[in-house]
């Protein structure tokens, strides 16, 4: 049985040594990054706006990790995640981007892409900063945290909401979380 604990920044390969042909993330003519899934009906592609690489990376390393078939497509800001939200099924994003904010971009999502979830997985940690994503229309909100289960949590809350939009995605398959930890019975403001 492989091992399902997750990768921690000491034993996740660097984003430019990744070389197998399982865990190489091809990198598309707009510099996104993407994780091959098994597409079936129940998988979920994430759009993942981070500007930090590293960051990027480790979300995309968790996913393929845990299996599930999640793919995962990285981008660095906000116009290069409009430009890519297509075929889409999630959006995380930081709030602190290169071309603007992680708010202003759930407005120009809502408005251009309707009831997507979006979820922040952010660096910022202001009350403010939190009720603004809310009121803007994010789906839920995390907190960077070097804490075992935050992408476990974040992967079973982008699920939830995905099936909640569309119960025809919904699949009996157990979720990511570790046992013991049920993220979908969390709040929806989710701090590690």
Partial sequence: MPDRNPPTPSDTPEPSRLTDSAAASPVASDGATTRPVDRGPASLTVLHVEPDPRSAELLAAFAAHVGGRVAVRSVGGAAAALAAVDGADCVVTEQRLPDGSGVELVERLKRTAGDLPVVFHTTCREERME???????????????????????ILDRLRALVEERDPRRSEPAEPTSVAGSSALSETVRSEE
């Fill in 131 to 153: 009720a603004r994503a809310f009121g803007a229309g994010a789906d839920a909100y995390f907190e960077k945290r070097p804490a075992c289960g935050q992408y476990e949590r």
